[in-house]
């Protein structure tokens, strides 16, 4: 990526993002690489860089299924959470927004791990948006700054695994301070992981269990959603016991009665043809 890639945006322009022209404190230029249209409806996702299996699938089909529905997905491409909303908006064929702390250039960008995400956001009609630019490195000062810009560009945010003082939680206070809405999803009460998302309900927040709780709250239309179906007995039996959750590959043996080769033979042609995904460690979930 090349510096000559990244073009400016002035907020005087008339495609300077019109949500974010209206927070009181609006980058007075912005950096750009790819494509930002005027008139789209986005919504952020943000959590914790580390985060468990459960919030990472739960990312992952959110975003997916909102860029299904339409909506542009804005995160931060940190580890985590943010890269688990990007790669959903993608498998999902709609376009996602990273908002970073550091300049454009390849260099720059961070975490470094992402660049082969940022070139399939780039392939994807997606964007790459910074206050900073190209040659700025990730200062620690600079991430809770631009957390201004993901939630005031968007509808709402979602909250998705977050400890107390995590930068998420410091998204969430800007969207509360610009007047977006604030959603966020429970998680176990034994995990630090979901202090943060508990919080923000008890202060109101929309718990969320499904992107159609997003677009019902924001009066889009909500998704109806097909039942998945397999190709074989064995398939409907592991889709079946896989509708009440993610499961390791032991337990699917256990539940389905089936044998083991059958069941790993089953689940490799199952994500091949894009019915289930691995999660890592052989914890399958269904493909939403």
Same mark, same amino acid.
Request: charged content about 25%.
């Given at each position: ?18 949500? +974010? *022209? ?6 007075? +230029? ?24 459960? &919030?990472?699938? %739960? ?26 909303? $990007?790669? &959903? ?17 390849? *260099? ?29 490195? &990730? ?47 429970? &998680?176990?009460? $034994? ?6 998302? $508990?919080? +923000? ?21 909500? %998704? ?13 039996? %592991? ?15 256990? *539940? ?5 080769? *059958? ?26």
């Amino acid at each position: 990526m090349s510096r000559e890639d990244i073009f400016t945006i002035k907020i005087e322009d008339k495609d300077y993002p019109k949500l +974010l *022209k209206k927070i009181s404190i609006p980058p007075k +230029l912005l950096y750009l690489r790819g494509k930002l249209f005027k008139n789209e409806f986005c919504f952020a996702i943000v959590g914790t860089r580390r985060c468990s299996d459960y &919030g990472r699938e %739960i990312a992952f089909d959110i975003a997916k299924d909102l860029a299904q529905a339409g909506i542009s997905v804005v995160s931060g491409m940190a580890r985590g959470i943010d890269t688990m909303a $990007h790669q &959903g908006a993608l498998e999902g064929k709609g376009r996602t927004i990273a908002v970073l702390g550091t300049g454009l250039d390849e *260099k720059s960008i961070y975490p470094q791990q992402n660049l082969k995400l940022v070139k399939k956001i780039l392939e994807n009609e997606g964007c790459l948006i910074s206050e900073y630019p190209p040659g700025t490195s &990730g200062r620690k000062q600079n991430f809770p700054e631009r957390n201004r810009i993901i939630s005031g560009m968007s509808l709402g945010i979602l909250v998705i695994e977050a400890k107390f003082g995590s930068g998420a939680l410091i998204t969430a206070q800007w969207a509360q301070k610009q007047g977006r809405k604030v959603f966020a999803l429970p &998680g176990s009460i $034994h995990s630090l992981n979901s202090k943060g998302p $508990h919080s +923000l309900i008890k202060e109101g927040a929309k718990l969320v269990e499904n992107a159609n709780d997003i677009l019902e709250e924001l009066k889009l239309a909500k %998704i109806e959603r097909k039942k998945i179906k397999g190709e074989s007995l064995e398939e409907n039996l %592991i889709l079946e016991v896989l509708e009440q959750g993610n499961l390791h590959i032991d337990k699917i043996i256990e *539940k389905t009665k089936l044998p083991s080769q *059958k069941v790993s033979a089953s689940l490799s042609l199952m994500e091949i043809y894009g019915r289930v995904k691995n999660l890592g460690g052989n914890v399958y979930a269904l493909m939403r």
